[in-house]
């Protein structure tokens, strides 16, 4: 299996910053590499998929980049509702492994 | 609008068997690839099966000859027929779809269902 391995697992931000999350691939997986966002008794939602590609509909402020093993998730300017708990989860091969999760907490 | 709703969660003993159902509306269950995903309580995701528009199938091993994934397309609605319960696979269920682009990702969930494996 392919390990996940989110750094920080853990975040305190002001509404306004600029926060990178960092995702790191047991193996190279090219760029098959997607960030999710959950907010608490909600389903995780898609934001970025192929590493860098913005699913539609999700804010400019989110951008993913990376390929191999490394990744980020960016977030430019934080808003309120950005402050959730976030996942990457690689599918390049089965089983589609999720890291263990970045809570995103207000300073 | 998509909209995946799971339903069959409750409490069942270890050892037991239950049904978890995913009902869709706005998309073609056997159109696509459909997968099940879950959550223990305070835990992170942890993906379970994936079932194919053209029918194969892929299983987690904590979860591989327990666990079934299939789909009724009558009903338009996907199934994990879940056996041998433990207590490890008391969790909240999500259904989802798997993307069919080049790069698979989970496009749409349901709201989940909770599972708990308790005596």
């Known amino acids: 299996d392919i390990q996940m391995t989110q750094s920080p697992s853990s975040l305190s931000a002001s509404v306004g910053d600029r926060v990178t999350i960092t995702c790191r691939a047991g193996?190279?997986?090219?760029?098959?590499l997607n960030w999710y966002q959950q907010k608490p008794g909600k389903a995780p939602k898609l934001l970025i998929y192929?590493?860098?590609s913005l699913q539609s509909g999700v804010p400019s402020r989110f951008s993913g980049s990376g390929s191999g093993t490394d990744f980020t998730l960016s977030i430019s300017s934080l808003q309120p509702e950005d402050f959730a708990t976030y996942y990457c989860?690689?599918?390049?091969?089965?089983?589609?492994?999720f890291g263990q999760g970045t809570k995103l907490e207000i300073k | 609008e998509v909209q995946l709703v799971e339903s069959g969660g409750g409490l069942i003993q270890p050892g037991g068997s239950l049904r978890l159902s995913c009902a869709a509306s706005?998309?073609?269950?056997?159109?696509?690839?459909m997968t099940w995903v879950r959550q223990a309580p305070g835990k992170g995701l942890e993906w379970v099966s994936v079932?194919?528009?053209?029918?194969?199938?892929y299983y987690a091993d904590s979860v591989k000859g327990r666990f079934t994934i299939s789909r009724d397309n009558s009903k338009n609605t996907l199934y994990l027929q879940m056996n041998s319960l433990r207590v490890e696979d008391t969790a909240v269920y999500y259904c989802?779809?798997?993307?069919?682009?080049?790069?698979?990702?989970?496009?749409?969930w349901g709201q989940g269902t909770l599972v708990t494996v308790s005596s």
């Open positions: 192929a590493a860098s």
């Open positions: 706005g998309l073609i269950v056997n159109s696509n690839h």
């Open positions: 079932l194919y528009s053209g029918g194969s199938t």
């Open positions: 989860q690689q599918s390049y091969s089965f089983p589609y492994t």
């Open positions: 989802a779809r798997a993307s069919s682009s080049g790069w698979p990702n989970f496009d749409y």
């Open positions: 193996q190279s997986i090219s760029t098959y």
